[in-house]
């Protein structure tokens, strides 16, 4: 599938004309080693996305998800626990609890698209909106650093590719809301 995209060099964007793949290549290339090294989602041993549907006055079906946590390994293991509305406000109940694997491959392009996600976006303090949930994604990465960013359920795209859709359709878990409430 061929899209406009965006190579990212070092704080300006250049258009590019190509495929999915030869942004990640682009990107890689672009990318200094100390940066990648250190804090690059590629060289991460695991990302964990925590999303939260609540927020004040959001009302749900005791049976509906409402925050939900997923771990991606880099060795392809997926993990997926779950917490329903069950009582109200804080007060879930047990939900889905998933285990299973991805390719090497998915998690390669996974873990890059976020690269070129996080390296491309907008730095800005984050601020909760009252009428919508959260995400907060943490990167675990090999020398044991910890970073963490948070936003809210309204959508995440990285050079034209939703985030969340890039990321449902290597990870074969139905229901995943990520950075977005949509399924």
Same mark, same amino acid.
């Given at each position: 599938?061929?899209?406009?995209?965006?190579?990212?060099?070092?704080? $300006?964007?250049?258009?590019?004309?190509?495929?999915?793949?030869?942004?990640? @290549? $682009?990107?890689?290339?672009?990318?200094?080693?100390?940066?990648?090294?250190? %804090?690059?989602?590629?060289?991460?041993?695991? +990302?964990?996305?925590?999303?939260? !549907?609540?927020?004040?006055?959001?009302?749900?079906?005791?049976? @509906?998800?409402?925050?939900?946590?997923?771990?991606?390994?880099?060795?392809?293991?997926?993990?997926?626990?779950?917490?329903?509305?069950?009582?109200?406000?804080? $007060?879930?109940?047990? =939900?889905?609890?998933?285990?299973?694997?991805?390719?090497? +491959?998915?998690?390669?392009?996974?873990?890059?698209?976020?690269?070129?996600?996080?390296?491309?976006?907008?730095?800005? %303090?984050?601020?909760?909106?009252?009428?919508?949930?959260?995400?907060?994604? !943490?990167?675990?990465?090999?020398? @044991?650093?910890?970073?963490?960013?948070?936003?809210?359920?309204?959508?995440?795209?990285?050079?034209?590719?939703?985030?969340?859709?890039?990321?449902?359709?290597?990870?074969?878990?139905? =229901?995943?809301?990520?950075? @977005?409430?949509?399924?």
């Amino acid at each position: 599938m061929k899209t406009d995209i965006f190579a990212f060099t070092r704080g $300006r964007q250049q258009p590019q004309k190509g495929s999915i793949e030869e942004l990640m @290549d $682009r990107f890689e290339q672009d990318l200094a080693p100390e940066i990648a090294e250190n %804090t690059s989602v590629e060289g991460a041993r695991a +990302v964990s996305l925590e999303c939260d !549907r609540e927020y004040p006055g959001a009302e749900f079906l005791p049976e @509906d998800e409402v925050r939900q946590k997923l771990v991606i390994t880099r060795q392809g293991e997926v993990s997926l626990r779950s917490y329903t509305w069950n009582k109200g406000h804080r $007060r879930g109940g047990i =939900g889905r609890m998933l285990d299973t694997a991805v390719s090497p +491959v998915a998690v390669k392009e996974i873990f890059r698209m976020l690269d070129v996600w996080n390296y491309g976006r907008a730095a800005q %303090t984050w601020q909760p909106q009252k009428d919508c949930g959260t995400w907060t994604l !943490r990167i675990l990465q090999g020398n @044991d650093h910890q970073q963490m960013l948070r936003g809210n359920l309204t959508g995440a795209s990285a050079a034209g590719w939703d985030l969340s859709d890039f990321i449902r359709s290597r990870i074969p878990v139905h =229901g995943l809301y990520l950075f @977005d409430e949509r399924l």
